[in-house]
Nanobody, 123 residues
Framework: QVRLVESGGGSVQAGGSLRLSCAVS????????MAWFRQVPGKEREGVAR????????RYADSVKGRFTISQDNTKNTVYLQMNNLKPEDTAMYYC????????????????WGQGTQVTVSS
């Protein structure tokens, strides 16, 4: 069982930056998928970024391209989401997620989730 614990959320003004961290415990393989999703009340969970340890597998939602960067530090078993030039529409609960073997876009295909960390961007 893979366990995920997020941290790093908070409140920031528009144009600011935050870095979210996801501590991963449990055994994972290089091709397994790590992803960040976000959700606002009343809406479906939205994929923000996803990646594996294999080259060329990182993908971003159009709404965050050029502003967010997902990365992994395998020495620390941690996945990061660097968020720059934040906008009020980025306000959401952000979740780290894990999927075995390869990435998917559907949240239902991810087997492990963190508890979430709130990001609030004010204008």
């Amino acid at each position: 069982q893979v366990r995920l614990v997020e941290s790093g959320g908070g409140s920031v003004q528009a144009g600011g930056s935050l870095r979210l961290s996801c501590a991963v415990s449990g055994y994972t393989y290089s091709g397994d998928c790590m992803a960040w999703f976000r959700q606002v009340p009343g809406k479906e969970r939205e994929g923000v970024a996803r990646t594996t340890s294999l080259p060329g597998t990182t993908r971003y939602a159009d709404s965050v391209k050029g502003r967010f960067t997902i990365s992994q530090d395998n020495t620390k078993n941690t996945v990061y989401l660097q968020m720059n030039n934040l906008k009020p529409e980025d306000t959401a609960m952000y979740y780290c997620a894990y999927r075995r073997l390869y990435c998917a876009t559907d949240a239902a295909q991810f087997s492990s989730w963190g508890q979430g960390t709130q990001v609030t961007v004010s204008s």
